[in-house]
């Protein structure tokens, strides 16, 4: 199921691991006069040169969202667009 999420790129940290390219990204937004972030990980260089070119700047991402035993996990980053 794609979810939409809009903030504001706060930090991406890339790494070269075993397994290959990835990067954390941080995205944070306020509510309520305090500041909620989520981080999550993506092995797709294009979209990590995204989410990098838009450090600090607000963006909305539409993101898969499946669930297993385990609980709600973020899939696949369908689109990154940049606020205008």
Do not use: C, W
Not at 33 to 41: H, W
Not at 52 to 77: C, M, P, W, Y
């Amino acid at each position: 199921m794609p979810v939409i999420i809009i903030g504001i790129v706060e930090d991406v940290q890339t790494y070269q691991g075993k397994n290959g390219f990835g990067a954390n990204i941080t995205m944070s937004t306020l509510i309520d006069k305090r500041r909620k972030s989520l981080t999550f990980n993506n092995s797709d260089r294009s979209i990590v040169e995204q989410f990098e070119e838009n450090l600090q700047h607000e963006v909305t991402v539409k993101i898969a969202l499946s669930q297993s035993n385990f609980g709600l996990r973020l899939g696949d980053i369908m689109e990154v667009v940049p606020a205008p």
